[in-house]
Nanobody, 122 residues
Framework: QVQLVESGGGLVQPGGSLRLSCAAS????????MGWYRQAPGKQRELVGF???????TYEDFGKGRFTISRDDAKNTVYLQMNSLKPEDTAVYYC????????????????WGQGTQVTVSS
């Protein structure tokens, strides 16, 4: 499977924006779906959302209207645009490959990148 490298995290004030990138070592065009997860301090990883090979996106409720996942297959890169950030968005963000079963996303647990830290604080 492809190797994934996340980048773009950093420190941002509440209400600010960040765009995270997930660069793959090979083509992502034939990967059924790719997802973003996050892990806040003291909590388990939770799904942020995912994007199918056709570009269909699904988001968890906390990100709807604020987060946008996109993909650029020519660059072998998936993005997570985050707007109107809140302190509770503070977490390490990970991307991964996976597959779809109906409307559900299943991550390949061997595909995780190293993660990128997002800190939202005034």
């Amino acid at each position: 499977q492809v190797q994934l490298v996340e980048s773009g995290g950093g420190l941002v004030q509440p209400g600010g924006s960040l765009r995270l990138s997930c660069a793959a070592s090979g083509t992502i065009a034939n990967i059924e779906a790719m997802g973003w997860y996050r892990q806040a301090p003291g909590k388990q990883r939770e799904l942020v959302g995912f994007i199918s090979s056709s570009g269909r996106t699904t988001y968890e409720d906390f990100g709807k209207g604020r987060f946008t996942i996109s993909r650029d297959d020519a660059k072998n890169t998936v993005y997570l645009q985050m707007n109107s950030l809140k302190p509770e968005d503070t977490a390490v963000y990970y991307c991964n490959t996976g597959w779809l079963s109906g409307s559900d996303y299943y991550a390949d647990f061997n595909s995780w990148g190293q993660g990128t830290q997002v800190t939202v604080s005034s």
